[in-house]
């Protein structure tokens, strides 16, 4: 009888997992050999990857690597126990007090992933009774914060402010949190934090932004979305914690490592520190990993050529896709998103560029919404020109097979 009740519990998964394969939402690991690098070596083939995180080429960097193996010679591999217990080490500590320092914020509290991050964030300061407010488009671990925390998750239209605003008028009575990415991760473009820090603090509402992408990357001393909006910063030319209560970072995107920060009020940060569960019931994050992350922030403020070429090969590529009046969405970060539409086409377009020696990520729902299927192309401070001209070369073709004949037939149908 067990054996049956078991059957019946594998059929469902199988039945789920075909239906996904029907509706060609399937996702394949690729295997790859040797570092994150602008080549990537997949089994046989090498490729010019257009799809990496690591936006300023530091994951495979000689000094955070360096670092990395000093950090393992003197730590040991494992922090051997969570950070309340005995895992908490001088490189972590080391580590947060440079996070603070370049936010411009009093304290700042690692996780070990940005994942992790997020819920235990949102989780201890929402509770039943509050409302989460959330972008349409979040990254999947704000939504899945929101709805761990029992408040009430209502998600308003993208980067909507004026939705935002109706909604705290309506919840007026309710502890409200306006949870958001800073750089929309799909998407590449940025959320209006002066508007939604008026908003907050007119309403009395928490504040909290998810800065994965634009940490290390956007701002002239790579300070992210914080550092976009000088005419509103305050102190260092930041937006400061009385704008923007709860900031978070990622190390494993443009800093190369993995890992994750909130930055903040001393008060916000010791409230975490009792109440995040996902800071408090996990083993602290290697200390090699911290020394590590602590070299990659140096880098990546000291060799800010990295950001400076970054910004070039965006520009460069926004204009290369005006001039072919290319579908690309309005992004200045290192995101830049093609949005095909149907699953079939976007899949076809990404197997093209494969087949001109790029990786390229075709993004399907359930990361973005359903008939939004895009090419989510990604820029690097270490992508040479030729590899770039190389990819201009290519998306020519993608423009000329998927696009420019998908509007001569709509014209001829008209
Ligand atoms: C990647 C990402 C995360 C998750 O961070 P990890 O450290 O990879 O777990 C969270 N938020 C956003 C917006 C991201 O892009």
Not at 60 to 76: L, S
Not at 236 to 255: Q, S
């Amino acid at each position: 009888m067990a054996l049956a009740t078991h059957s019946g519990f594998m059929s469902r998964l199988q039945q789920r997992l075909e239906a996904h394969g029907r509706q060609g939402l399937v996702r394949h690991k690729l295997l790859r050999e040797g570092p994150c690098a602008a080549v990537q070596r997949f089994g046989q083939h090498e490729r010019v990857s257009f799809c990496s995180n690591d936006y300023l080429g530091l994951a495979n960097h000689p000094a955070v690597i360096a670092a990395w193996q000093e950090g393992a010679a003197r730590y040991g591999v494992g922090s051997g126990g969570s950070h309340l217990v005995t895992g908490h080490c001088r490189a972590h500590q080391a580590l947060e007090q440079a996070l603070a320092e370049f936010t411009g914020r009093e304290r700042a509290l690692l996780f070990s992933t940005g994942y992790m991050a997020n819920i235990g964030v949102i989780n201890a300061l929402m509770h039943e009774g509050g409302v989460v407010l959330q972008d349409a488009l979040n990254h999947a671990s704000l939504l899945d914060g929101g709805w761990l925390s029992r408040a009430r998750s209502i998600r308003y239209p993208h980067n909507d402010m004026q939705a935002l605003a109706d909604l705290l008028v309506q919840h007026q009575q309710d502890p409200c949190l306006i949870v958001s990415d800073g750089v929309f991760s799909m998407d590449g473009d940025v959320a209006p934090l002066p508007e939604m820090a008026r908003l907050a603090t007119a309403h009395g509402a928490g504040l909290m932004i998810d800065d994965a992408h634009g940490i290390a990357c956007l701002g002239d001393r790579g300070r992210g979305v914080i550092e976009l909006f000088p005419e509103h910063s305050g102190r260092g030319n930041v937006l400061t914690a009385r704008e923007l209560p709860v900031l978070v970072g990622t190390f494993g995107k443009a800093l190369g490592t993995a890992g994750a920060f909130v930055a903040g009020d001393a008060v916000l940060i010791e409230y975490l520190e009792q109440f995040a569960r996902s800071y408090v019931f996990t083993t602290a994050m290697p200390p090699a990993l911290a020394v590590a992350t602590l070299t990659s922030l140096r880098v990546s403020q000291d060799e800010s050529w990295r950001r400076e070429r970054l910004q070039l090969l965006i520009r460069r590529f926004r204009q290369a896709m005006a001039d072919m009046a290319f579908p690309v969405l309005d992004s200045h970060s290192a995101v830049q998103a093609v949005v095909l539409g149907d699953v079939d086409t976007t899949l076809a377009a990404s197997a093209l560029l494969r087949d001109h020696g790029l990786q390229v990520s075709a993004i399907r729902p359930p990361t973005v919404p359903r008939g939004e299927a895009r090419l989510r192309i990604t820029l690097s401070a270490v992508h040479t020109d030729t590899q770039f001209d190389q990819l201009l070369q290519a998306l020519m073709v993608v423009n000329d097979r998927f696009i420019a004949s998908r509007s001569r037939s709509a014209n001829a149908s008209h």
